[in-house]
């Protein structure tokens, strides 16, 4: 599966809402103005932080900025991304992070995010971000529509041991939220399932590094998840199995290794 390629023709500007082309234009000027601010130039791109800003211009500055300030810092994330390095290839057999094709009924995209799939004495908490963050950009680029309607994260806690909690220093879980809050899309709820109760102090740093308004829309079930959405068999649903849908995604990443490696050169210059 190969996600549409971008497409930048001047047509397609003829066609778009006179505010999104000012919008656009005044975003091109000020990257011009900021050259530390090396970032992707691509219209649909900016498009996506333009719309999860609601068109709010300084809002969508910051965003960016601080956007590509992460992926400058967060090389552990965004540095060597090859689909075909084993400990990546590993994880994608694995499916850590797996997009449903079906949305829900408010037309949110639906992540399934198995927090405890790998296994910590052989695979790093920093390799499984890795993953899910080439996944989440792919998505991003393959539908427009995520920047507005936003996400629902399932996380799926079955099965996690006290080496999985381990994984999660404070450091590292603050990274976690602070790279959730600068994508150009929201995530509208974080549903947590499966969860059992010595989990609790983990979810609870999380919250410590979290909005006010993020916090508000975490939900920890016992039991498996309420999205209306067609779930996986694996979540008691009719879907895709975990199985299928990481097959589906390991084929789309391996399918866009030169994206990747493109995409890798744009990022805040540091000083």
């Known amino acids: 599966m190969l996600p549409p390629s971008p497409n930048n023709n001047s ?28 970032a992707c130039r691509d219209e649909n791109h900016l498009t996506f932080f333009l719309r999860s800003c609601k068109y709010d211009l300084e809002k969508t500055k910051k965003k960016i900025k601080c956007f590509y300030i992460m992926r400058a810092e967060r090389t552990e994330w965004f540095a060597n991304r090859d689909p075909f390095l084993p400990e990546i290839q590993d994880l994608l057999n694995i499916g850590v992070f797996l997009p449903l094709e079906e949305k829900d009924e408010l037309n949110r995209q639906v992540v399934i995010i198995r927090t405890s799939a790998h296994n910590p004495k052989v695979h790093s908490q920093n390799d499984v971000f890795k993953v899910s963050k080439m996944i989440l950009d792919l998505l991003l680029r393959s539908d427009a529509s995520m920047s507005s309607t936003g996400i629902v994260a399932v996380f799926d806690m079955d099965g996690v041991q006290i080496g999985h909690a381990l994984q999660l220093t404070p450091k590292l879980i603050k990274r976690s939220v602070d790279s959730w809050q600068v994508y150009p899309c929201k995530p509208k709820m974080l549903e947590f399932v499966n969860t059992p109760t010595h989990v609790n102090f983990v979810l609870n740093t999380f919250r410590l590094f979290m909005t006010a308004k993020m916090r508000s829309r975490i939900v920890v ?11 996986p068999r694996d979540l008691g649903g009719t879907g895709m199995s975990y199985k299928e849908l990481a097959l589906k995604w390991k084929t789309a990443v391996e ?4 994206y990747f490696a493109e995409y890798e050169k744009y990022k805040s210059i540091l000083k």
Not at 221 to 231: D, F
């Open 11 to 38: 047509k397609q500007r003829t066609s778009e809402s006179p505010e999104r082309v000012n919008c656009l234009e005044k975003i091109h000027e000020w990257l011009d103005e900021n050259p530390n601010v090396n």
């Open 255 to 258: 399918e866009n290794a030169e």
């Open 221 to 231: 079930r016992k039991g498996t998840s309420e999205a209306k959405v067609k779930l």
